[in-house]
Structure formats: C-alpha cells, structure tokens
C-alpha cells in the first residue's frame, strides 16, 4: 500500500513563511506528476502548484512569485516553500502523486491527509 503524510502547517501571520512536506511512502516503484492542493472552507479544492518527475513546474497565477514546489525523488518527498502568506492562504493544503507500484502497473493518484494552514495576525 501506498501513504502519503504532510507536514508542515501551522498558524503564521501575514507576511510570513511556511515549509509543507509531503513524504510518499510503501510499494513504489515510480512517481508521475505531484501537486499542492489546497481547500478553504465552503469552496472546491483548488490546484496550488505542480511539479513533473522531470522538475517542471506550473503554479496556480494567486501563488506565482511567493510559492515555490520542489521534489526530492530519492527521498520521494515533495515540499512547498510558502513565503509572503496572506490571509486568504488560509486553506487546508494536500498533496497528490502518481504513483506506479510496480514496472507493470499504471500510474493510480494517491492522497495525503492534510495539513491545515493558517494566516492571521
């Protein structure tokens, strides 16, 4: 089985600084594509950033220049760097990998659990 397991949130004031990790873990043979998902209350979960296996990147156009995503993919760990953090930040953030569990298998999108970001003075 596959598990995946952020870390990293926490209460911050605005204008400050967040590390979200997210370490995969289990049967895993290849990662795909990984992502920051974040879901405020009342609203849809939304795309924050995605990184490729090959390190490309796409941000969502509220984060871009303040949000960086980054990938260990010996440790099999994703990260987001968050500085600037406003208020409307506030969400719960997730993280999402295409993992392929073996050479034969396809590539199934898992999900972490969550972890809750606050921005507030």
């Known amino acids: 089985q596959v598990q995946l397991v952020e870390s990293g949130g926490g209460l911050v004031q605005p204008g400050g600084s967040l590390r979200l990790s997210c370490a995969a873990s289990?049967?895993?043979?290849?990662?795909?594509?990984m992502g920051w998902y974040h879901q405020a209350p009342g609203k849809e979960r939304e795309l924050v950033a995605v990184?490729?296996?090959?390190?490309?990147?796409n941000y969502a156009d509220s984060v871009k220049g303040r949000f960086t995503i980054f990938r260990d993919n010996a440790k099999n760990t994703l990260y987001l760097q968050m500085n600037s953090l406003k208020p409307e930040d506030t969400a719960v953030y997730y993280c999402?990998?295409?993992?392929?569990?073996?050479?034969?298998?396809?590539?199934?999108?898992?999900w972490g659990q969550g972890t809750q970001v606050t921005v507030s003075s």
């Open positions: 289990g049967r895993i043979f290849s990662i795909n594509d």
């Open positions: 999402k990998a295409e993992i392929r569990s073996s050479s034969w298998s396809n590539h199934y999108d898992y």
């Open positions: 990184i490729t296996s090959g390190g490309s990147t």
